[in-house]
C-alpha cells in the first residue's frame, strides 16, 4: 500500500492517537520517511503537540474570583475573626507568594549566616540588634583582614619572584671570569674543601669567628661602660 | 462532576457559598481557554467575566443529565468567544488595513506588555502567537483537545459538530499551526 501527501496528512492525527495499525501504519510511515515534505512535517506537528500539552496554564487575575462574586452576589460583607484569617491564608496560597516567601527566607538565612548566627547552638542574645551588628561587623573586619592578608601575601611572593628573576638576569648579563665555574669531575657529595672537617662544625666555628670580630670590635665601648 | 452537579442545586436554592466555589473551581479553566484564544489577559478576564456572568444567570437551564457541568460551561465559553471574535472582526479588519500603512501608534498598539511577554516562555509564546492567526473553527478545537485535553465526545458536545468533524478540524488545525510555526523560523525540537 502507498500513500500520497494528502492521505498522510488527513490521518495524521489518527497516527498520534494510535488508531493506525497494520498496513495502514506501515505506509504511513514509509511515505513519512521517503516524502521530503512529510518527514519534516510529521515531527513538526509532534513536537507542537507535545509542547502545547506542556505549555502551563496561566495564573487567574485574583481580582476575577471577587469580581465576579461582587457582580453576582452583591458587594461582600467584611469578614472578621477567624473566617478573615482563612481568606487571608487563602489569598496567600498561590505559587507566586510561594516562591517570594520563599526567596526572602533564603536571603534572610543568608544574611543571619553573614551576620554569625549559629544554627547549631542559636541564641536568643544573637538575635538582638547591637550583637546582629557587633557580629556583621566582626565578620566584616575578619574578611577584611583576610583579604589584606591574602593581598600583602601575593606582594611577598611577587617581589621574591622578581628578585629571583633579577639575580639570575645579573648572572646571565655578567662578564665570563665572574660567573662561578663548574667544578670538574666530581664524586657525589665531595666539596672544594679538603680538609677533614665536618660541614656542621665548619659552620660553627665559622660563626663563633664572626661572634669574637664582633666583641673585640665592641670591647672597648663595653669596657668604657663598665668603668662609668 | 457530581460535586459540581450538588453545588449547582445548592446554588439554585440560593446558597451563595456554593456558587463562591463554583467560581473558584472553574476561574482557571475559564480564564485559560478565553487567554489561549484571544491572546491577551485583559480581554480574556473581561470575555471570563461575562462567562461567569451568564453561567449565574441561565444556571437553572443546566441539566446534569446531558453532560457535565465543565462541559456546558465550556460551551457557554465557546459562544461567547465566538460572539467575542464576530464583534472584533470589524476592528481587526479596519487595524489591519491600518498596519499596511507604518503608522507607529497602532504597531505599539499590537505589541504585548513587557509583563505579558515575560511571561510567556519564548517558543510558548511563539505557539500562542500563532494561535491568535488560526481560524476561530480550527483555534478553538486546537486549544479544547490540545490545550485543554478534552475527550474528542466532550468537544464534539462543545462545539456542537460531529466527531469526523472535530478530528478534521484538530488535524487541519495541528497542521497550519506547524507550518506558521515553521514560517516563524521555529524548528521541531
Known sequence: ?228 | MEQDAHLVQQCLQGDGSAWEELVRRHSRRIFNVCYRFVGNRTEAEDISQEVFLRVYKTLGSYRSAHGGFATWMTSVTRNLLIDHYRRTKRDRLTDSLDDAMPVVENKESVARRPDEQALLGELSGQVESALTKLSPELREAVILRDLQQLEYAEIQQVLGVPEGTVKSRINRGRIELARLLQQMGVRPS
Open chain 1, 1 to 228: 500500500m502507498t500513500w500520497t501527501c494528502d492521505q498522510v496528512e488527513a490521518r495524521l492525527s489518527d497516527y498520534f492517537d494510535g488508531l493506525l495499525a497494520g498496513a495502514e501504519k506501515a505506509a504511513f510511515e514509509k511515505h513519512e520517511q521517503e516524502c521530503a515534505q512529510c518527514g519534516p512535517l510529521v515531527a513538526s506537528v509532534k513536537s507542537l503537540v507535545s509542547e502545547m500539552r506542556a505549555m502551563a496554564q496561566v495564573e487567574v487575575p485574583p481580582r476575577l474570583v471577587y469580581t465576579v462574586l461582587d457582580q453576582t452576589l452583591g458587594p461582600r460583607e467584611t469578614v472578621t475573626g477567624w473566617k478573615a484569617f482563612l481568606n487571608f491564608i487563602r489569598g496567600l496560597a498561590s505559587p507566586k507568594f510561594a516562591y517570594g516567601a520563599a526567596s526572602v527566607m533564603a536571603t534572610f538565612v543568608i544574611l543571619l549566616g553573614a551576620s554569625g548566627f549559629s544554627w547549631r547552638k542559636p541564641k536568643l542574645a544573637d538575635l538582638s540588634p547591637t550583637n546582629v551588628y557587633l557580629n556583621a561587623d566582626r565578620q566584616i573586619h575578619l574578611g577584611k583582614a583576610r583579604a589584606v592578608k591574602y593581598l600583602s601575601d601575593l606582594r611577598v611572593v611577587y617581589e621574591i619572584q622578581s628578585r629571583l628573576r633579577q639575580d639570575q638576569n645579573e648572572l646571565q648579563s655578567a662578564p665570563e671570569e665572574t660567573r662561578p665555574k663548574p667544578t670538574p669531575e666530581k664524586d657525589p657529595g665531595e666539596t672544594d674543601d679538603h680538609s677533614r672537617v665536618p660541614p656542621r662544625q665548619q659552620n660553627r666555628a665559622n660563626e663563633m669567628a664572626r661572634q669574637l670580630e664582633m666583641l673585640a670590635a665592641d670591647w672597648p665601648l663595653i669596657c668604657e661602660r663598665s668603668h662609668r
